[in-house]
């Protein structure tokens, strides 16, 4: 973490002594503070010790508890693993340590004296556990999934094929199942039935959180490729589902820029389209330019729990509750205007566009430019947020603070005040506020007028911050490389 008050900046330097420096968590944080998850669908090896099993991804560490029979939070760069490509890893006993072979060296978790280290050998002893095809090919999959013959891949209903990277038997009646880009799954050798257990994103690029109850709704853009799936995250049950277009009639695409909802719908703004999730009848149903929308790809959406605006590449719509209509809305002088950000703030809608912002009076029927004094907000807006009377704005220039009651205006300049890089999202708190920026995650202490910026240092999977929401003493972080939680607001911690 880096903090900064006006154009100071402190910088903290650590000092690494040899290879085996020690921390409890990464950055000196408390171990938990900061927990990530990415797509750990891509299994590359196993380790066991008394409590857990371990199984190295792509992604990170995924940890199973052998007890408990359930996921526990992952390990990745979060917590202090050199890189979350993990090539292999093993359970050292005389040690009680877990060591982890990544594609940015070696980590060794010291289970005894919980903390992280970096460095040492890897010297891991072969293991029995493994099986041969011939054992794990004898189970019955999920309905839905089977092995080719005379190969070692997993084939679905839709003809994708998957790789077998190993079976591995936990000393009881369990035998895992590891896949290359289906994830794990888990039979019993007395049932012969096995079955796939979902843990974690499907897209691991976050661009858009939605937080419904216990339920977070994740989505993302793919890179290089369409994105596979929304994920579906429930907290209370610790499941995941993933939403994926080959597999769910009248979903036509993932790429997901922004996620929305109600108590009836989710809604997910998408590059070919809205699409319209019902809780109640779980289907999907998506709406193009042939039902309104100015332009199929969907920038922005904002919910006042009757009408839904929707903001497109090329102008606002918006949907009135039993209509399936889109209705244009017309901005004064403007055409072809890229919506970003949609925010209502009781009759007044704003709109904040890639010319400025607009403000909507929806009881006199107004339609105007809204221009502050400082030019903040007279190019690129990517937020806008109500918090009170007041209205807070980010765009290429910074951030600003415009108190409706009081008609007083507060600059936050980029590069000046803000550290990080542009501001492309913010959460406002009555303690602090967190904008998500092109070079970390940062936060200002309302209190003391200081700003402190957060990056992979401190716990983020990546540095480019796509989206921040805020959830009580948690904020939650989309980055490409997934995403991440920080316990932020804790009485009494000194930063």
């Known amino acids: ?46 380790a066991s010790d008394f409590k857990y099993l371990y199984f190295g991804t792509t992604g ?15 390990w990745t760069t979060s917590d202090g693993l050199a890189n979350n490509w993990v090539v292999r890893l093993y359970y050292d006993q005389p040690k009680d340590e877990v060591v982890i072979d990544t594609k940015g060296g070696i980590s060794r978790y010291n ?30 999959l999920d309905v839905g999934y089977s092995f080719v013959p005379g190969s070692d891949y997993i084939q679905d209903n839709y003809l ?12 009881n009646d369990n035998v895992w199942l590891a896949t290359w880009g289906l994830g794990l799954a888990l039979g019993n050798s007395l049932t012969g039935q096995m079955r796939f257990l979902n843990y974690g994103l499907d897209e691991k690029n976050v661009r858009s959180i939605y937080i419904d109850g216990q339920i977070l709704y994740l989505g ?9 799936g929304v994920t579906k995250f429930n907290r209370q049950d610790n499941s995941w589902e993933y939403w994926e277009p080959i597999s769910n009639f009248n979903f036509y695409s993932a790429d997901a820029n922004v996620i929305a909802g109600d108590s009836a719908f989710i809604w997910i703004g998408t590059t070919s389209g809205l699409v319209r999730y019902s809780k109640k009848e779980k289907q999907f149903r998506t709406y193009t330019r042939s039902w309104g929308l100015w332009e199929n790809e969907i920038t922005a959406l904002k919910s006042d729990g009757k009408r839904l605006w929707v903001g497109t590449t090329r102008g606002l719509n918006v949907k009135e509750p039993g209509s399936d209509t889109l209705i244009k809305v017309e901005l004064p002088g403007l055409s072809r205007i890229e919506v970003r950000t949609i925010e209502i703030d009781s009759s007044l809608i704003w709109v904040g566009t890639d010319q400025g912002v607009f403000k909507l009076d929806l009881q006199d029927k107004s339609r105007e430019k809204f221009v502050d004094p400082y030019g903040v907000v007279n190019s690129r807006v990517n937020c806008i947020v109500k918090s009170g ?21 507060k600059v936050y300049s980029q590069g000046v005040d803000i550290p990080g890089g542009e501001v492309l999202q913010i959460a406002v708190h ?51 490389e997934g995403l991440t939680r920080f316990h932020w607001y804790v009485p009494g911690r000194i930063e």
């Open 220 to 228: 993302g853009v793919g890179f290089g490729s369409q994105a596979k």
């Open 389 to 409: 009377d007041q209205i807070w704005f980010a765009s290429r220039q910074g951030i600003l603070m415009y108190d409706t009651k009081q008609n007083q205006y």
């Open 160 to 171: 994708q094929q998957f790789p077998v990277v190993f079976g591995y038997n936990e000393d």
């Open 60 to 74: 990170g560490v995924m940890r199973f508890n052998k007890f408990m029979r359930n996921f526990e939070d992952p």
């Open 430 to 480: 009555p303690y602090a506020v967190w904008a998500a920026t092109t070079g970390g995650a940062a936060k200002l202490d309302r209190s003391n007028n200081v700003w402190y910026l957060y990056t992979e240092f401190d716990g983020l999977l990546n540095n480019y911050v796509k989206t921040v929401v805020l959830e009580k003493d948690y904020v939650w972080f989309g980055t490409p």
């Open 1 to 46: 973490m880096i903090k900064t008050r006006f154009s100071v900046v402190v910088l903290s330097l650590l000092l690494f002594v040899g290879n085996f420096h020690a921390f409890g968590a990464k950055g000196n944080w408390y171990i938990g503070d900061w927990v990530s998850w990415s797509n750990f669908r891509y299994v590359t090896s196993v």
């Open 111 to 140: 289970l005894t004296f919980q903390k992280w280290y970096a460095g040492g050998e890897y010297a891991a002893m072969a293991s029995n556990n493994f099986l041969p095809p011939d054992k794990y090919r004898k189970f019955f």
